[in-house]
């Protein structure tokens, strides 16, 4: 679910007036012409103050007032912003918003316990719809962000237009048996080396990174990155990923969940949301194994499945154009009630 080794993969309240500036001027576009390309600068950067602290948000096709806007909800806890920043081109029909939430990314990180409960972070994602001014947008999460994804449509399905549960993290339970299914399918030596990764005292990061693909199928192979991710990285500023989140909320690693989250599950409340407005969304190679995701299908009726051809958990990454055209075709149908 984290967004390092493992390639994986709220959030903001307040009323209009509690909107901080990023910076002495907000950022604009100079043009509404102006084509809005991935790994993009933002038009609009905010710090929210939220329970606990301030988070940072960023926009892009504000001159879309008339389309209903998007929000991504990153994975982890502990990840960021960043991984969505290849679906800008969104941002050419809708107002895109991104977000890192508390405790990591350009956010602030008060690192306290008591901000880490699954109810802040659904009620968070409600403040910044209230802070920005929004009354129904789309709500894509991605693995850790899918489970706030799917508690936020079942208590706020009138502000919800339509629900993206990508790279599934719905249920504890239900990824560490799956987690455990892979690893056990692994070669020895892949199984060897995950066993060291996992230990107190791990081997290179490369020796990792090499497992995890592997582990993810034998066909896997990641596309290395463009010099566009690179660069947004790299000048993208803040703190990045907080592993302390990771270890307090999740775990050690992806195949063990000692954490807040260790008995977790969201199940129940695919019977509450609209199917017909669910979108399932994973990557050929991806930990969120499909035969599990078409069993959420089954609680969720008149739901879709997509599969990113080639793609791993980490399909925002991945294979970014086909995961854009995906999303691009979702968020117009169901703009239009299809």
């Keep these: 679910m984290k967004m390092t080794v493992l390639q994986v993969l709220a959030f903001l309240i307040a009323v209009q007036s509690t909107l901080i500036p990023f910076s002495a001027s907000a950022t604009q576009a100079e043009s509404s012409t102006d084509i809005t390309e991935p790994f993009g600068p933002p038009e609009q950067e905010?710090?929210?103050?939220?329970?606990?602290?301030?988070?940072?948000?960023?926009?892009?096709?504000?001159s879309h007032s008339d389309a209903i806007p998007v929000i991504f909800v990153h994975g982890g806890p502990g990840g960021t912003h960043n991984g969505f920043a290849a679906m800008l081109g969104l941002a050419n029909e809708r107002r895109v918003i991104m977000y890192d939430q508390l405790d990591s990314?350009?956010?602030?990180?008060?690192?306290?316990?008591?901000?880490?409960?699954?109810?802040?972070?659904?009620?968070?994602?409600?403040?910044?719809?209230?802070?920005?001014?929004?009354?129904?947008?789309?709500?894509?999460?991605?693995?850790?962000?899918?489970?706030?994804?799917?508690?936020?449509?079942?208590?706020?399905?009138?502000?919800?237009?339509?629900?993206?549960?990508?790279?599934?993290?719905?249920?504890?339970?239900?990824?560490?048996?799956?987690?455990n299914l892979l690893v056990t399918a692994a070669p020895k030596t892949i199984r060897e080396s995950l066993?060291?990764?996992?230990?107190?005292?791990?081997?290179?990061?490369?020796?990792?990174?090499?497992?995890?693909s592997v582990l993810y199928s034998p066909y896997y192979q990641p596309k290395p990155a463009t010099e566009a991710a690179k660069a947004y990285y790299k000048n993208v500023g803040g703190n990045?990923?907080?592993?302390?989140?990771?270890?307090?909320?999740?775990?050690?690693?992806?195949?063990?969940?000692?954490?807040?989250?260790?008995?977790?599950?969201?199940?129940?409340?695919?019977?509450?949301?609209?199917?017909?407005?669910?979108?399932?969304?994973?990557?050929?190679?991806?930990?969120?194994?499909?035969?599990?995701?078409?069993?959420y299908i089954k609680l969720?009726?008149?739901?879709?499945?997509?599969?990113?051809?080639?793609?791993?958990?980490g399909f925002y990454s991945d294979r970014p154009i086909i995961t854009q055209a995906i999303l691009k075709d979702w968020l117009a149908r169901k703009d239009s009630g299809f």
Excluded at 260 to 287: C, N, P
Aim: proline share 6%; aromatic share 10%.
């Design 195 to 212: 066993k060291q990764c996992e230990s107190e005292s791990p081997p290179a990061e490369d020796i990792c990174e090499n497992a995890y």
């Design 46 to 62: 905010l710090m929210v103050e939220v329970e606990g602290g301030k988070v940072y948000v960023r926009q892009n096709g504000l």
């Design 105 to 179: 990314g350009k956010s602030d990180q008060p690192n306290a316990p008591a901000n880490w409960r699954v109810e802040r972070f659904v009620e968070s994602l409600d403040k910044i719809r209230l802070a920005l001014n929004i009354e129904r947008w789309h709500v894509v999460g991605h693995s850790w962000g899918s489970a706030l994804a799917l508690e936020y449509a079942a208590k706020y399905p009138q502000h919800t237009v339509s629900t993206v549960l990508g790279g599934t993290f719905i249920s504890t339970p239900h990824w560490i048996m799956d987690a």
């Design 300 to 313: 969720t009726p008149g739901a879709e499945l997509a599969v990113v051809p080639g793609g791993a958990h």
């Design 240 to 295: 990045g990923f907080n592993p302390l989140i990771y270890n307090q909320m999740w775990g050690p690693s992806e195949f063990s969940s000692t954490g807040v989250l260790k008995h977790y599950d969201a199940t129940h409340l695919l019977t509450e949301i609209d199917g017909s407005r669910t979108l399932f969304m994973i990557g050929q190679y991806d930990s969120a194994r499909i035969d599990t995701v078409q069993d």
